[in-house]
């Protein structure tokens, strides 16, 4: 078996795997103003905030075009590769791995194992990283998809927005929850529920919005039976990301805290300022 790692541009790769060898990603587009940007290639974070903060029209995402999708399997199948592991964002937020599931009969000879992370960000490229590192070590193909299943399983994650009209204009969270915030003058914990972004709990500050999730997190850690990492992910907020490792490493003395950014696509949709925490098995 020779097995490729096919991710997406929302992922966030740890740095010591981005170049690895049978890692291949494909770009999201994001059209700010008319113009379709890929993600990772042609826009990075630093740039994209300063379009959006520009832009005349609220901008959106839509999914790789199959055309460009299928190529990418062909390439593989012609570099040697027989099976493909393709991780993606959730699909309670994007309908790319609905896409892939209808084609993944596409490439003959080419046995293409569509996977669902129900996640995006740091936790998903933890995943990626874990089927690399699984490559490298000699696991079969069993024992990587079961090693993702436990991250899978075990990842949870907690967001704080400045505005959830992001959210709202780009259909990935009610108007129902959103308007309640709005009336209540709430600063609302948000998370994942089955892969879709949900109000977790209303909240009346910033600060105890924050005191909530650090708390919570502290929960998580005790409930998960493995080895756990923690992370803080920003939308172009970098000094209050660090600022939140800092009180998470105070709590929890012991823990492996990463810090990274959401990109364009998922900044699209979560605004800028935005701030993640998260945490999952190793």
């Keep these: 078996m020779k097995l490729a790692i ?3 541009s929302t992922a966030f790769i740890p740095e010591r795997v981005r170049g690895h060898k049978d890692l ?22 630093d740039e994209y905030y300063q379009l959006l903060n520009n832009s005349e029209e609220f901008p959106t995402t839509s999914q790789p075009s199959l055309g460009e999708t299928l190529q990418v399997y062909r390439d593989l199948k012609a570099k040697g590769y027989d099976t493909v592991i393709s991780i993606h964002l959730s699909s309670g937020i994007s309908g790319f791995y609905s896409t892939l599931f209808a084609i993944k009969d596409s490439v003959e000879g080419l046995k293409i194992l569509p996977y669902d992370s129900l996640i995006t960000s740091m936790p998903m490229g933890h995943m990626v990283e874990a089927a690399l590192d699984g490559i490298d070590n000699g696991q079969d193909l069993h ?10 399983d075990n990842t949870y994650a907690y967001l704080i927005v400045e505005d959830l009209n992001n959210l709202v204009r780009g259909g990935r969270l009610t108007n129902g929850a959103a308007l309640i ?8 914990i948000l998370t994942f529920d089955q892969g879709k972004i949900v109000l ?9 919005a924050f005191k909530r999730a650090e708390k919570i997190i502290g929960q998580r850690i005790n409930e998960i039976p493995y080895p756990v990492k923690l992370y803080v992910i920003h939308a172009n ?5 660090l ?3 800092e009180r998470l490493q105070k709590e929890y003395p012991n823990a492996i805290i990463e810090v990274g950014h959401f990109g364009p696509v998922i900044g699209t949709h979560l605004g800028e300022k935005a701030i993640g925490l998260a945490l999952s098995a190793q």
């Design 143 to 152: 024992a990587i998809m079961d090693h993702l299943d436990i991250i899978r």
């Design 237 to 241: 907020n970098i000094s209050l990301a």
């Design 24 to 45: 291949y990603v494909i770009p999201i587009p994001v059209i700010i103003d008319g113009k379709s940007y890929n993600e990772g290639i042609d826009i990075e974070p």
């Design 181 to 188: 915030a709005g009336l209540l003058k709430i600063k609302p």
């Design 200 to 208: 977790f709990e209303k909240i009346r500050s910033s600060k105890k």
């Design 6 to 8: 096919v991710t997406d």
């Design 243 to 245: 600022e939140e490792k």
